[in-house]
C-alpha cells in the first residue's frame, strides 16, 4: 500500500504537446527546480510562447529567458489559475503547481486561446461580446454567437484611477484620425490612445469616461497604470474596432469566474 500511494504522489511529465520531450519543464515538474530570474532555456521559451497564445502580455517575445515582463506574464496566469488550481500561488516564477496549470489550460501547439476556465458570453442574462478581467489583465472577445475569438492583453486602471466593474455599452467608435485628434486634444499627444478607439457607456446610458483603446506604450501591457481606461496593443485594438458595433456590450470583472458572469465554461 506505501508503495502504491508513494506511485500516485509522484509527480507526472506534462502531457500537453507544447511541454513534452523538454527536460528543463520535466525537472519542474517534478520538483527537482523553478525557474525564476536570470533562467534561460527551451523550456521557458515554451512557456513564453504559450503565454502569449493564451493572450498574456509578454513585452519582446518569446526569447527563453525569465525576466521581468517573463514574470509578469507568469504572475497574471498565476491569479487566473489560483480558482481552477488553488495551489498555484502568484510568485512570478515557475514552479510544479503553475506548471501542471499551464499543461491543462493551455491550447494546442499552433493554437491560440485556452482549453477551458473560459469566462461566459452572457453578463446578468445579457450577451456580451467582450469580458474583460482585471486582475489577470486580458480581454476576451466573443462572436455574436457567444463563441470565443481571440484573448487579448490588457492595461486597467491604477490605484489612484481604478477601472470600474460593471456592464458597459459601445457608445462610439473612433478611427485612427479621431483617435489621434482626441489625444493631442486631451494629452497633448497624437499617440497616446494609440490607432483606435471605443468609447464606452455604462449600461443604462450614463457615461462612464472609460475606453477600450490602444497604446504607444506596449511595455506596460498586463499592469495597472492607466486613468481608468483599458489599453491594448494597436494590433489587438484594430481587431476590436472591427469587430464591435456601436451598442455591443462590455462586461468588466475582477476576475473570470464573477458570479455575474455564471460558470465558466469550456471551448465549444
Request: aromatic residues 4%; proline residues 7%.
Amino acid at each position: 500500500m506505501d508503495g502504491i500511494d508513494r506511485l500516485a504522489r509522484t509527480p507526472l511529465p506534462p502531457t500537453n504537446a507544447r511541454f513534452t520531450g523538454l527536460p528543463q519543464l520535466a525537472d519542474v515538474a517534478s520538483g527537482a527546480q523553478v525557474l525564476g530570474p536570470g533562467s534561460r532555456g527551451e523550456g521557458l521559451r515554451a512557456i513564453q510562447s504559450a503565454l502569449l497564445d493564451m493572450g498574456f502580455a509578454l513585452h519582446g517575445g518569446a526569447d527563453g529567458v525569465h525576466g521581468e515582463h517573463t514574470a509578469r506574464a507568469l504572475r497574471n496566469f498565476q491569479v487566473h489559475a489560483a480558482s481552477t488550481f488553488p495551489t498555484v500561488l502568484p510568485t512570478g516564477t515557475l514552479d510544479a503547481a503553475t506548471l501542471r496549470a499551464l499543461d491543462a489550460l493551455a491550447p494546442a501547439p499552433g493554437m491560440r486561446g485556452q482549453s477551458r476556465a473560459l469566462p461566459s458570453a452572457f453578463f446578468d442574462g445579457q450577451p456580451v461580446r467582450v469580458v474583460v478581467a482585471l486582475r489577470e489583465h486580458r480581454t476576451f472577445l466573443f462572436d455574436p454567437r457567444g463563441q470565443l475569438v481571440d484573448i487579448f492583453p490588457n492595461a486597467t486602471g491604477a490605484t489612484a484611477s481604478p477601472t470600474r466593474t460593471g456592464l458597459k455599452v459601445v457608445r462610439t467608435k473612433l478611427d485612427q484620425l479621431a483617435t489621434e485628434a482626441a489625444g493631442a486634444r486631451l494629452w497633448n499627444d497624437r499617440h497616446v490612445f494609440g490607432v483606435r478607439m471605443l468609447d464606452l457607456s455604462w449600461a443604462d446610458g450614463r457615461h462612464s469616461g472609460e475606453e477600450l483603446h490602444g497604446t504607444n506604450l506596449p511595455s506596460l501591457l498586463g499592469t495597472d497604470v492607466s486613468h481608468g481606461c483599458i489599453r491594448h496593443s494597436n494590433e489587438a485594438v484594430r481587431v476590436l474596432h472591427d469587430a464591435l458595433s456601436v451598442g455591443d456590450r462590455v462586461a468588466v470583472v475582477e476576475h473570470v469566474d464573477d458570479p455575474h458572469l455564471g460558470v465558466p465554461r469550456p471551448v465549444a
